[in-house]
């Protein structure tokens, strides 16, 4: 063989060797940016569905209006970057109405590769998905003794007291008006008094859910003047769900109560105010259908539930 | 002075000898960015998946003991090589530890690891390298 043909075929070696190392490094390169953009758009687009469902769901409480929701979904993912409309990218959204609202936002685009399409791989689909879930609880865990009128309340729900005021008792089985409490043990007989300082205590927890419309009045509500400074011992400064009733002491749905202080002096009182909020861990929605849980009450669910 | 052929050939070797030694190094220092930025990259989007779907699922006993968590734990130790059983933590918001059950309202608190063995000679001493990330997420 010729010095000049050993030449070429080296050549040719190499050709080959560079072709290769640089293969290699164009995948483990690949590797780094490729795969750090898909897990950085993966992360964006998490983000784009949750706040998608979650603004979704709200909405859909407000308006209870699929289309409006889905425009809503469709509309916060855009604000985040993708774009229903664009190619290459979808924005699924499906709600369920069959406890609370339920919204799901899948959104599928896909992330083109700058690296590794040279080993054939030019683009990743990157799918996520989020579920918010919103409503007005049926439920409430750790409920106060505390029946409170709906009259506190104004009629679009939000409360009239949300600084402190005295709410009295005036001896009704239900609240007589918009600042007057009844007491309850959430039992349907008669109020007994060492039952309800048991739930003022902690000893009792209440875990109830409720349906709109229940009767929850009891009898025989009376002053209870040893249960004030219970509250004012065991509850001062804590925020507790509790019962609203209408007129006739049918339940209307769960408020939230911050207690600040309790007297049972001459004037007999509890002092406190309502909460205006959303996600308190107390509240929950758990058997209701979106169109049949209960009023909304200056507090009610939205948070992220897949 | 003219170099005879075997001469010229031996000088080629010696040539190619440091010139392979400074090719390799530089080809397995790329291989080795790419392997490190991919674990660093991926043991980070493990802490932030950990903690999305513990904040929706956080499990009726231990925090992160949840099946989705675990689901989510499993597919991460496919992705990413070395990953390490994370940590779960109930924190405020301010990042103080609750001893109490995690509940709505409490933030989880994930944090994962993996560890990084260079493949370059030079750096292979120092290893192995741990990479680890912390990600929160509000209980839901």
Not at chain 1, 170 to 198: H, L, M, R
Not at chain 1, 203 to 224: A, L
Not at chain 1, 248 to 266: E, R
Not at chain 2, 106 to 129: E, H, K, Y
Request: net charge negative.
């Amino acid at each position: 063989m010729s010095s000049a043909t050993r030449r070429h075929d080296a050549e040719g070696q190499i050709l080959a060797l560079f072709a290769l190392g640089l293969l290699v490094l164009v995948a483990f390169a690949g590797l780094a940016i490729d795969a750090g953009g898909t897990f950085a758009q993966r992360r964006d687009q998490q983000t784009a569905a949750d706040l998608a469902s979650l603004a979704a769901a709200n909405d859909w409480l407000i308006n209870q209006d699929d289309e409006v929701a889905i425009a809503r979904a469709r509309s916060v993912a855009l604000q985040n970057g993708f774009d229903d409309a664009a190619p290459d990218t979808a924005v699924d959204v499906s709600i369920d109405t069959v406890n609370g609202v339920v919204v799901t936002v899948g959104i599928h685009a896909v992330h083109p590769n700058a690296f590794l399409g040279a080993i054939g791989m030019a683009s990743w689909q990157v799918s996520t998905s989020a579920s918010a879930l919103a409503g007005f609880p049926d439920s409430g865990e750790g409920a106060g003794p505390f029946v409170f009128s709906i009259g506190a309340f104004e009629d679009n729900g939000t409360p009239k007291y949300q600084t402190p005021t005295n709410f009295g008792e005036t001896n009704g089985d239900i609240p007589t008006s918009q600042i007057d409490f009844a007491w309850t043990n959430y039992g349907t007989g008669n109020v007994n008094t060492s039952e309800v300082a048991d739930i003022i205590s902690g000893d009792v927890s209440i875990d109830r859910t409720m349906e709109y419309g229940q009767y929850i009045g009891q009898q025989n509500n009376g002053n209870h003047s040893a249960l004030f400074s219970d509250v004012d011992t065991y509850l001062s400064g804590l925020d507790m769900p509790v019962a609203v009733v209408d007129n006739n002491g049918n339940f209307m749905g769960w408020a939230m109560f911050h207690v600040t202080s309790a007297s049972g002096g001459s004037s007999k009182h509890i002092n406190g105010y309502f909460l205006s909020s959303f996600n308190s861990a107390r509240l929950r929605v758990t058997s209701c259908a979106a169109n049949d849980c209960p009023r909304y009450l200056g507090a009610y669910v939205l948070k992220l539930s897949d | 002075m003219r170099l005879g052929r075997r001469e010229a050939r031996g000088q080629a070797l010696v040539e190619f000898a440091f010139g392979i030694i400074i090719f390799l190094t530089l080809f397995i220092a790329i291989i080795d960015m790419g392997r490190g930025i991919f674990a660093y990259t991926g043991v980070a989007q493990a802490a932030r998946e950990l903690s999305r779907e513990t904040s929706v699922y956080p499990g009726t006993d231990a925090i992160g003991a949840s099946p989705e968590t675990q689901a989510v734990y499993a597919a991460q130790r496919g992705l990413v090589p070395g990953l390490q059983a994370p940590t779960f933590e109930c924190v405020d918001i301010a990042g103080a530890l609750q001893f109490d059950t995690c509940v709505p309202g409490d933030w989880v608190r994930v944090t994962t690891s993996t560890t990084f063995q260079p493949s370059m000679p030079l750096l292979a001493g120092f290893g192995p390298f741990v990479f680890d990330s912390v990600s929160s997420a509000e209980i839901q």
